[in-house]
């Protein structure tokens, strides 16, 4: 027999919990990066919209992640001319990043990814524990986040998302 009490026991079990991570706030705070993700391409394209030009209609997408579960976000659609461009969110637990947009058009797909303000290429970070259990530890917090956009392998890199980069990621998925 041990000299441990069960109520000793369950306390010290308690004191080892680890923070748990709010998944609503995950997901609330990916739905808002999102919206100014749409904020910022609506602005790049408002010339040609309000000139006619370009059209820009949104949907409903439900995703479904792990821990979060299912959710509705929006999805838009550009369409010049007889082209359409879909930007289709992917999630926000996606790995490397903290949330991924694809812009699909008939000849190519560019993917918009949600990543620390400063980085210009994904970074590697390993972190070892003793413990062979699997934990669900909270992420680092990243104070500034900023959409770019991602380069295909093997040399990865972050484009900044500005308005020439964009119209050029239209004209690349849209073969112009």
Known sequence: MTDMSFDDFV????????????????????????????????????????????HITRATKQITEEHIGSYDVKSLEVQIGTIKVRLDPIGRRVLGVKGRVDMHGPHGTVKFVLVPKTDSSPTILVIQ????????????????????????????????????????????VANA
């Not at 010290?12 to 609330?28: C, G, L, N, T, Y």
């Not at 259990?133 to 991602?150: F, H, S, T």
């Open 11 to 54: 306390n010290q079990q308690i004191a080892k919990e680890e923070p748990s991570i709010d998944w609503i706030q995950v997901r609330d705070d990916w739905k808002k990066h999102l919206d100014e993700f749409y904020q910022l391409v609506e602005g790049f394209l408002q010339k040609y919209t309000n000139q006619g030009k370009v």
């Open 129 to 172: 524990e003793a413990s062979s259990e699997v934990k669900d530890e909270p992420e680092p917090v990243i104070k500034e986040l900023a959409w770019k956009i991602l380069t295909p392998p093997p040399n990865i890199k972050y484009i900044e998302l500005e308005e020439e980069s964009f119209l050029s990621a239209i004209m690349e």
